[in-house]
């Protein structure tokens, strides 16, 4: 193992404290099942139907970040942890864990009475080879994340799985849950392409669900798993998930009966619906895509247009981010502030100095320094901006989900102001990241850049400068700074939040002063479900616990 500094050393107490809590709390636990919402015992037997807004392509959320194939699968799948409300793991697969050789070796015990949805039992080689072959190679978040750290995934036994590190690692424990670290199977996978395999849409989970039918673009079907390891769970007979695109739309099945769970709901019908009496809410940062989600411009820095960092700032200052709050969130979350997400407090940096808010008229004297000239109310066009062809004009695309449209339409109007012309392109999950990460052919786009609960799960991915590449929602904007990826394996290899902080400062202030996103805001998202419905939390196993009274 390699040498560790003075400074890890004399942290060493502060560590292992934290590990032994934990440790603690894991064994108090014994992965029960979530408290019912609301009063009285949980109803057996009935089918929950969901609403949710497009196909998601497949269902192996292990090798993609993407939100909606997250959404349609996690009920599938386990990590070896859960997180609880508070984001403290808790056991799933792993019953119990250790932390030692001062926080750089992870000793989980796994159960033994786990099996596969086809009867074979789960075993700590399903865990190696999760993480080997699949999630470090495709899983955008553990790629950057664990990819820098882990040395070593040793299985001593059947049932123990460790986890190695040079240095302490302190973030572990909170990428180890079904959205951040889905375990699929080694026999179902094993010497074949997982991006390929048959059972991306014929998964083989060990959650509480198991799958019935997959009909794509229309609806995917889930039966309660009767050997399901945990007792007494699931308690619904089945799933159903439903593909209705127009937010509207779902809004009205939800009122009409034919839905009772929506993952969102658009802000004008929102006061409607709580004063209707027939729903409940659950607010949350927490998706099954990750948490503390970010809506994020990214710049293709391979196009010589967006070469300039005087002509990004520009257009970021003329993006008036309260008009994305206000008029897309209906004020559900609040402005982006820095490029961390606030919900991770200890790293999210105030009053950043060259953070840009909306200033249209420093917007237009930048981008007439840059070399774009505006002649009236026209177009600005090129005039010896470096790379670009004078009289070219200051046009560029902007790829977005056809979820997102309405980020599209207003960044549209708001660029059109300081003469920049964006020309909409609107596209499913899965075309978008192929046009976006593998053939990188696009100006700009927008992405829920989920941070996690540590700038480790979800930040570090989308910055460092070997993670551009064809693996979903990774280095978007193909951005290359040697002092940003410094600065992420300071804060990785350091202990305490205080001392980490010091580190993701600097970091962010190096961000915003090159610019490779604009961040526009942090979301947060209502679910509704019908109050005849118990037992949900906010994770991807939504449901696991859920019930419905007759009615």
Not at 54 to 75: K, Y
Not at 338 to 362: K, Q, V
Request: net charge negative; charged share 25%.
């Amino acid at each position: 193992m390699a040498q560790r500094s003075a400074h890890v050393r004399s942290t060493i107490t502060a560590i292992t404290a934290t590990a032994a809590l934990l440790a603690a709390s894991c064994a108090a636990d014994e992965s029960g099942p979530a408290a019912p919402q609301g009063d009285g015992e949980p109803t057996k037997g009935g089918t929950l139907v969901v609403a949710i807004s497009s196909d998601p392509d497949h269902l192996n959320p292990a090798i993609t970040t993407s939100g909606a194939t997250h959404t349609a699968s996690e009920l599938l799948y386990n990590g070896l942890v859960r997180l609880d409300e508070q984001g403290t793991p808790q056991p799933e697969l792993a019953e119990s864990w250790e932390v030692t050789e001062d926080g750089a070796r992870y000793t989980f015990a796994l159960r033994d009475d786990v099996t596969w949805h086809d009867g074979e039992s789960f075993t700590s080689a399903d865990v190696k080879f999760a993480f080997e072959e699949v999630l470090l190679k495709y899983h955008s978040r553990t790629q950057a994340s664990l990819g820098e750290a882990l040395t070593a995934i040793e299985t001593p036994d059947e049932q123990t799985v460790e986890f190695v590190f040079d240095e302490p690692y302190g973030p572990l424990l909170q990428q180890l849950d079904v959205t951040e670290a889905p375990i699929v199977a080694e026999h179902v996978y094993e010497g074949t392409d997982p991006l390929e395999n048959p059972a991306n849409t014929e998964p083989i989970g060990t959650g509480p669900f198991t799958l019935e039918s997959y009909q794509p673009d229309a609806e995917i079907r889930f039966t309660a798993n009767e050997d399901y390891f945990k007792a007494d769970l699931p308690y619904l007979d089945g799933v159903v998930m439903r593909v209705i695109p127009e937010e509207s739309n779902q809004v009205v099945a939800l009122e009409s009966g034919e839905v009772q769970w929506l993952w969102g709901v658009p802000g004008p019908d929102l006061e409607r619906l709580r004063a209707d009496g027939r729903f409940e809410f659950l607010e949350t940062s927490v998706n099954p895509g990750g948490a503390n989600c970010i809506m994020t411009v990214a710049f293709n820095l391979d196009r010589p247009m967006f070469d300039d960092v005087d002509t990004r700032r520009g257009i970021a200052l003329a993006i008036d981010k309260q008009q994305f709050l206000d008029r897309v969130q209906f004020g559900q979350g609040k402005v982006a502030e820095a490029p961390i997400s606030s919900g991770i407090s200890f790293a999210h940096a105030d009053d950043l100095d060259d953070m840009p808010s909306y200033d249209p008229d420093e917007a237009a004297r930048l981008l007439d320094e840059a070399g774009w000239v505006r002649e009236g109310d026209g177009t600005r066009t090129a005039q010896g901006v470096d790379g670009v062809k004078d009289g070219t004009p200051l046009s560029f695309d902007f790829l977005h989900f056809s979820t997102f449209a309405d980020y599209g339409e207003l960044f549209r109007a708001q660029l059109a102001k300081i003469g920049a012309e964006v020309e909409l392109r609107s596209m499913e999950p899965p075309v978008f990241v192929e046009k976006v990460f593998t053939e990188r052919e696009f100006d700009t786009n927008v992405i829920s850049y989920c941070n996690g609960n540590d700038p480790e799960i979800g930040v570090k991915r989308m910055y460092l400068s070997s993670n551009i590449g064809p693996v979903p929602f990774s280095n978007a904007a193909g951005y290359r700074n040697t002092e940003v990826d410094t600065l992420f394996e300071e804060a990785r290899t350091t202990i305490g939040d205080e001392e980490r902080k010091e580190a993701y400062r600097r970091l962010q202030e190096a961000l915003v002063a090159d610019l490779p996103y604009t961040w526009l805001v942090e979301t947060t998202a209502n679910r509704v479900y019908h109050s005849r419905c118990r037992g949900f939390s906010h994770s991807g196993h939504f449901a696991e616990a859920a019930y419905c009274d007759e009615g």
